[in-house]
């Protein structure tokens, strides 16, 4: 025991006490997902909306599952909508809200939070670049500002 | 039969060049670079070098102050410590986050951590000796982060920008306590501003070397400036940096432990003595005071949280099980 007002930071010894070599073996470090029953089959997967295809070839080889990542949306006032604020893993909805609460609201940022699975959430296709988003180009007639004789007219 | 292999290599190739030029485009462009975009595998490899190595950084640098939250000196201290060490972990899962979307797994990383096999900052390997540490730590360490970090939150790449952007609005509360604290000190007894003193002559020289080393032995500086991920260099974030502290030092009423600091009117730019270049690398290859020390402590705490990971893992397994049943049954 380390009286209380003791030198907390003091190194164990100059090169360090303890060697780095005497890690814990891997199995004290196990992830839950070890657990005897399959829970990622009902889990969401690990992959994010914003993962590329690697980490998707990745997660899925054999690395032990970690909790399923979750994205964050945070309303930070009455009368806005919900921004996404980032994500996080855990292991269900409940947590995931405890620890977007934890994670993204340490300063009054949001009145509510939604937390989504990541593998829920479909995206547009990024190769399609701009062909996706092709059709507003050329209809300048739909921003008001395309209209320009009733200028000086008030009120309009 | 090989005519297909090569008509498939030069479409390959075709489709790298077109991710090249869109890649070249957005960076000219200083637009952002997202997850889901091509991007050069050099692009990729940097980044998640640098983020992951920040994101240890904000986990490992717990733990100087962690260890200081029993012995701070009142209840609204240990409060603040408190904050600002739930802050870095915050920080820390940010970045995490960020580096995910590059495709490594956060499990991968932590191991990486733990195995001894990722790096962090070398500054976390001092130890805090005393109280006035956690000034030095929160003024000169969080203050020499901020002047890094600042310019991160236009780094090309989204993640790791937006990332920044909640980090350095959260790290000024992180300077400002450590001023305040050195503030006290350096305005009580005769031995606490000596200890105020001490704790700003350890941390000064180490919180020069966070801007890495310098610009002529820093070889991937430049392709990181190509590619907007960094926007000015460690030398001229050092040279900054020195300068700000010149004047806060003054307010403080005590002195930087650096005889050759000097604004140099020809560059327009802050000068400072000679800093212990081998000393940085020893500390970033291992051998610092407590690089040992901190990843005992890092082991010890991803095991002893190990039964919390399990039970909220059964405990999500049994709900979702008891959801299937409850659906079959209706």
Known sequence: MKPPHGNPEMPASAGGGSDSSSAPTETTTQAPTDAPTNSTATAPGTTSPEATPQSQAQTGQGHRSAWPLWEVFVRSSRGLSHVHAGSLHAPDAAMALRNARDLYTRRNEGVSIWVVPADAIASSDPDAKGAFFESPQGKDYRHATYYTKSEGVKHL | ?330
């Not at chain 2, 590059?102 to 005393?130: E, V, W």
């Not at chain 2, 926007?231 to 940096?241: H, Y």
């Not at chain 2, 009423?253 to 560059?267: A, H, I, K, Q, Y």
């Open chain 2, 1 to 330: 039969m090989a005519s297909q292999i090569l008509q498939s290599q030069q479409d390959e190739a075709a489709l790298e060049a077109e991710g090249q030029a869109y890649f070249d485009r957005i960076i000219s462009e200083d637009s952002r670079i997202e997850p889901r975009d091509w991007m050069p595998a050099g692009y990729r490899k940097t980044l998640l070098r640098q983020i992951s190595q920040h994101a240890h950084s904000e986990i490992i640098g717990m733990q100087p102050e962690a260890n200081w939250i029993s012995r701070a000196p009142s209840l609204k201290r240990k409060a603040i410590l408190m904050a600002k060490v739930q802050d870095e972990a915050g920080h820390g899962l940010y970045l995490y986050s960020a580096a995910e979307t590059l495709g490594q797994s956060r499990d991968q990383m932590m191991d990486d951590l733990i195995a001894g096999k990722a790096r962090y900052s070398s500054i976390f390997n001092y130890p805090a000796l005393t109280w006035a540490d956690m000034g030095a730590i929160g003024w000169l360490v969080d203050g020499a982060a901020i002047c890094n970090q600042v310019p991160l939150c236009r780094a090309s790449y989204g993640p790791y920008g937006r990332a920044m952007v909640r980090i350095c609005k959260e790290e000024s509360f992180h300077q400002r306590q450590g001023f305040e604290i050195l503030l006290e000190l350096a305005n009580g007894t005769p031995e606490q501003k000596q200890m105020a003193q001490d704790a700003v002559n350890r941390w000064y020289a180490p919180s020069l070397m966070m801007f890495g080393p310098p610009d002529d032995d820093s070889p991937n500086s430049k392709q990181s400036m190509a590619w907007n991920i960094k926007r000015f260099s460690n030398d001229e974030l050092r040279s900054r940096f020195v300068g700000m502290m010149v004047e806060q030092v003054r307010i403080l009423g005590l002195t930087l432990p650096d005889s050759e600091v000097r604004f140099n009117e020809e560059t327009r730019k802050w000068e400072h003595g000679p800093l212990d270049w081998d000393e940085f690398k020893e500390v970033l290859d291992g051998r610092g005071p407590c690089n040992a020390q901190r990843l005992e402590r890092r082991r010890k705490a991803h095991d002893n949280g190990a039964w919390v990971r399990e039970a909220a893992a059964a405990y999500a397994e049994k709900q979702s099980r008891k959801q299937a049943e409850k659906e079959l049954a209706a």
